[in-house]
């Protein structure tokens, strides 16, 4: 499709379909929007909806990638980060309030619970209280608030008084009202600096989108086709068919916001033939939380990013990369350098990354005395960081049937006891098993026990607890596999497997009156189980 630059196409008929979309046909399909800045495009209310509708499930079910910046390597990394700020800050602070933390699009709220499992730990080795801090979880999407408050790993950490909840729009909210506390955090409100915590979100929430080429800049203006009947589709999966063709328009700086501005002009004569992305909401957002502290803030943000001119010259206009309903886009981190240095920050950036930049920007008063906090960036992002760890875990993939038992045990370490690690290692350790020595068993039975402490559940279909339950089994340690089939039942229901599998472990530990009503209770479900009938007669001779 040929670009007009400066031409902007006369607009089609619009028509109002059942689900709410205008939709008008030409050559190219059904028409849903005709040349709408990208910023405010129809693609982002699509994306909102999904995320509303869909709540915990976008995560549990697997439809939004998380992973990579929900383990405990990224969690520890930060906690140590954010501890290190602390001890700078209470240098030349004097505050009864307590250190202050906020998650933008929490999420499932796996990183929270790593995050706040290692800040207590280190509180704990420095003899501080860890109501010195402050833990918020925040979403626009009340599902996952409500989710996060039933959550069994989270309820220490409420009554504690160092976690809370709030629901927050980053387009447009300025004030956090917390959930536990009652408390409404507003312009001026904090003594100390605000922490803020922002993993897989710029990617995914409304950036404007530019093209730069000799010297000028042009508004991209986006159309949305789909080659089907909008009408025949659910929102949740109109994103999976819908084409991005582009518009463009002079741009007139002098409209735009200031910080807008001198961002573009910034890179104006730097870049040509470029399509350059700006998360103006985004900056807008942490302006308004900058605002909230007297102090200012701290930024961690970890995505898939570009960092300098390099990655960013002659670059295409955005395509929609799908994951069932939602997509993403690549995030400039350079341009949030850029942002921090201009108003006298620090900004911390990787040396370099391979599938995750990991950035923490210090905007706020005096910077400069935030030794610690460089100290512990340059040590848990720079030396040895998260996407280090992301880049290990996929070559021990690739090699994974020549891996030992001490391999893996050495791999867990180094994984602060990650359980998704542990699942894709686990055919492996059965493969072992029969060979395994005395001491690795007291070690990898040690270790399991590690693993499903650092666990956080959020409804995947996959039975993590069964899976552990069954390898001690394997092990002969009943009273362990004993443990993990009740966390099953517990969490997944009472499957025939599991009662089975109780039954056998209770029965090998002399607890046959238990056995004997976990096999009664499989007969409720299926009168024909052979294998329940059977035991049952040999617990009753």
């Known amino acids: 499709m040929a670009h007009c630059i400066g031409k902007k196409r006369k607009r089609h008929p619009r028509h109002r379909t059942q689900n709410g979309y205008a939709a008008s046909h030409d050559h190219r399909g059904h028409c849903i929007e005709q040349s709408q800045p990208f910023s405010q495009s129809l693609l982002w209310t699509l994306q909102r909806d999904y995320f509303t509708q869909r709540g915990i499930n976008a995560w549990s079910q697997g439809e939004v990638p998380h992973y990579i910046t929900s383990n405990p390597t990224i969690a520890t990394a930060y906690a140590e980060i954010v501890f290190a700020h602390w001890q700078d800050q209470r240098q030349h602070i004097t505050s009864a309030q307590p250190f202050y933390l906020c998650e933008l699009g929490a999420g499932s709220g796996r990183f929270a619970f790593q995050f706040l499992t290692h800040l207590t730990q280190l509180c704990q080795q420095h003899q501080v209280p860890p109501t010195h801090f402050r833990y918020i979880l925040t979403d626009f999407a009340q599902a996952n608030l409500d989710a996060w408050e039933r959550h069994p790993q989270f309820q220490p950490f409420f009554q504690q ?8 729009d980053i387009n447009n ?18 003594e100390r600096p605000l922490v803020v915590i922002a993993n897989y979100l710029f990617d995914s929430i409304p950036q404007d989108l530019y093209y730069i080429n000799n010297g000028e800049i042009h508004t991209c203006l986006v159309s949305l086709f789909c080659q089907q009947n909008p009408q025949t589709l659910a929102k949740a999966k109109l994103l999976e068919h ?11 700086l002098s409209r735009l916001d200031p910080t807008l501005q001198t961002l573009l002009r910034h890179y104006k004569n730097r870049l040509t033939d470029t399509h350059l992305l700006v998360p103006n909401i985004g900056f807008l957002c942490l302006k308004r939380l900058q605002a909230l502290s007297q102090q200012g803030l701290l930024l961690l943000s970890a995505d898939k990013g570009k960092l300098d001119l390099s990655h960013l010259q002659g670059n295409r206009p955005p395509r929609l990369v799908t994951h069932h309903g939602c997509f993403s886009l690549s995030v400039n981190y350079g341009l949030f350098q850029t942002l921090c240095q201009q108003q006298g920050g620090i900004a911390l950036m990787p040396a370099s ?8 920007l210090i905007m706020g008063q005096h910077p400069e005395r935030y030794h610690h906090t460089q ?3 340059e040590h848990y992002i720079q030396t040895f960081g998260p996407d280090d760890f992301f880049r290990i875990t996929k070559h021990v993939r690739n090699t994974l049937d020549q891996t030992t038992v001490a391999d893996i045990l050495a791999y867990l370490r180094l994984s602060q006891y990650d359980s998704h690690q542990f699942n894709r290692y686990l055919p492996r350790l059965q493969q072992l098993a029969p060979d395994i020595t005395p001491q690795e068993q007291t070690t990898l039975l040690t ?5 499903w402490q650092r666990y956080f559940p959020i409804g995947e ?10 390898f001690c089994y394997q092990l002969q340690d009943y009273q362990r596999a004993l443990t993990y089939f009740e966390q099953s039942l517990q969490l997944h229901g009472p499957k025939i497997n599991t009662l089975l599998n109780t039954a056998l472990c209770s029965q090998h530990l002399n607890q046959n009156h238990r056995a004997n009503t976990l096999l009664k209770q499989i007969l409720n479900q299926d009168p024909n189980h052979k294998q329940a009938h059977a035991l049952l007669a040999n617990i009753n001779n």
């Open 447 to 451: 270790t399991i026990d590690q693993v």
């Open 242 to 252: 819908i084409e991005l063709h582009y518009d463009y328009q002079p741009t007139d």
């Open 461 to 470: 279909t996959n039975d993590f607890a069964f899976n552990l339950a069954s």
């Open 173 to 190: 909210d300025d004030h956090l009202t917390l959930h536990h506390s009652g408390e409404t955090i507003r312009p001026g409100t904090l």
């Open 353 to 360: 990354h391979h599938s995750l930049c990991v950035i923490a």
């Open 375 to 377: 100290w512990a960036y």
């Open 161 to 168: 008084g160092i976690l809370d909840t709030a629901r927050f």
